[in-house]
């Protein structure tokens, strides 16, 4: 699909889109809960559903109803030995390591760009749990049988904080007691800190937190209330709406509903970044007003919010100056490798991006070019170049434009609500 956005200006009121990283962890920790839970405000995307399918093969039963999602579960109990985790990074890393809790051969697969995203992290540690494991040099497919047994194990927590998230899920679902996990470097610390505001929610038993250097489950701290019927509300989306936010400092006169100012979510940052860049906003409890105004280069560390360059390069390209973004080390395992993807595709629209070790500079300011641009499959991407495309010299066209589907399926019908020009054609 290609989608062709013209130069426009934006205004009124959009709710944020529902939380991935928020409804994924929720499904997750309804199938480790037995009983019944109800997920609020659930998610749509392509990662939300995938979530949804595999904790149904996990043995859940699922039904969808009005805006809430009834989940029941019995345990983990493996209804296939082939499970797919569509494109989700987030689910395959979080998933792969309750899924090894069945003791039968599970074939785990994965679609699209998951399928060059490494997983030698369960090669290693996967042996020190009982679990053997067969991959593809460290990628998908592979190949997992249980069941996994908790034992103080040591990870490396620099990758990505995902693997991380599995294993917690995965000590709590076998009731791990008077075990360490013992991390080293770790990154996306907030991301941590959703997973165990879920696992806290859903009554799982959860582990100390001793400064995210190790994770301690002690015998005492048994699952508080199994058969007790849990409600979660999804949160709205900071990774999402972080684009709807740069759209408003660059075009618009918009209002964002539904965040919430107290979330754990990593890309929450984004608010320090529009400050920093001097864009015009106003901060309330359950609505974030913000409009074009004169912005001005910014300093910003992403590393705990990789998910924010895209959106930060957008706005960049807005601000006059050189803006320094530090943290791509993070972005070389996302849908594409995003730090090379974003200076490509800027390029074309005319913005000079240079990657210095671990910085990204984006040169400001200057006019930005009509184009024809692609997102690499990446939906991140694609969302970065409309949002850069609303004041360019003319149309800008998207290739792939489809790659939203992923995290944010109604980002284009949520721009043209707001008054941008957005055509979509195949």
């Known amino acids: 699909m290609i989608a062709t956005i013209h130069p426009s200006t934006i205004k009124g009121n959009i709710q944020a889109p529902a939380s991935k990283s928020s409804m994924q962890r929720a499904c997750a920790a309804a199938l480790v809960k ?34 809430r999602i009834i989940i029941s579960s019995k345990g983990i109990h493996a209804t296939t030995n082939e499970i797919n985790c569509g494109e989700s ?7 792969t390591p309750l899924i090894a809790l069945n003791n039968f051969p599970i074939n785990i697969n994965g679609e699209g760009s998951l399928l060059q995203r490494p997983m030698q ?4 540690i996967f042996p020190d749990l009982n679990v053997k494991i067969k991959s593809n040099n460290g990628k998908l497919p592979i190949q997992v049988k249980g069941p996994l047994q908790p034992a103080n194990i040591t990870v490396d927590g620099h990758l990505s904080s995902q693997f991380l998230t599995g294993l917690l899920m995965a000590f709590s679902a076998a009731q791990a007691q008077n075990v360490t996990i013992t991390v080293n470097d770790l990154k996306s610390r907030p991301y941590i800190d959703l997973t165990l505001k879920v696992m806290q929610h859903f009554c799982l ?10 994770f301690y489950f002690d015998a005492a701290s048994q699952n508080a209330a199994q058969n007790v019927v849990v409600e979660y509300t999804v949160e709205g989306d900071w990774s999402g709406a972080a684009f709807l936010l740069v759209a408003g400092a660059i075009a618009g006169n918009i209002t964002v509903k539904g965040l919430d100012l107290d979330s754990v979510q990593a890309d929450k940052a984004i608010l320090q970044a ?5 864009a015009i906003m106003s901060i309330e409890t359950q609505q974030i007003h913000i409009q074009q105004s004169s912005l001005s280069a910014f300093h910003f560390n992403a590393t705990d919010c990789p998910d924010l360059f895209p959106p930060l390069v957008a706005l960049a390209a807005y601000c006059k100056g050189t803006t320094v973004i530090e943290g791509i080390e993070r972005l070389a395992h996302k849908e594409s490798n995003r730090a090379l993807t974003l200076q490509q595709e800027f390029a074309k629209l005319g913005v000079t991006i240079k990657l210095q070790d671990n910085l990204m500079l984006v040169e400001g300011g200057n006019e930005i070019k009509a184009a024809n641009v692609s997102s690499h499959h990446d ?32 980002f284009y019908h949520h721009m043209n609500e707001l008054g941008a020009i ?4 195949h």
């Open 121 to 124: 992290f369960f090669d290693a």
């Open 422 to 425: 957005v055509s979509l054609h």
């Open 379 to 410: 939906h991140r991407i694609a969302m970065a170049c409309a949002l850069a495309a609303l004041k360019a010299n003319g149309a800008v066209e998207i290739n792939d434009a489809e790659a939203i589907n992923k995290s944010y399926p109604d």
């Open 34 to 67: 037995t009983g019944t839970s109800i997920i609020n405000n659930p998610g749509y995307s392509n990662d939300d559903r995938a979530a949804l399918q595999v904790i149904q093969q996990l043995g859940a039963t699922v039904q969808i109803e009005n805006n």
């Open 89 to 95: 990074g987030l689910g395959i890393r979080m998933f």
């Open 205 to 214: 038993k959860t582990p100390h937190n001793n400064h995210y250097e190790f």
């Open 274 to 278: 529009l400050m920093d860049a001097g």
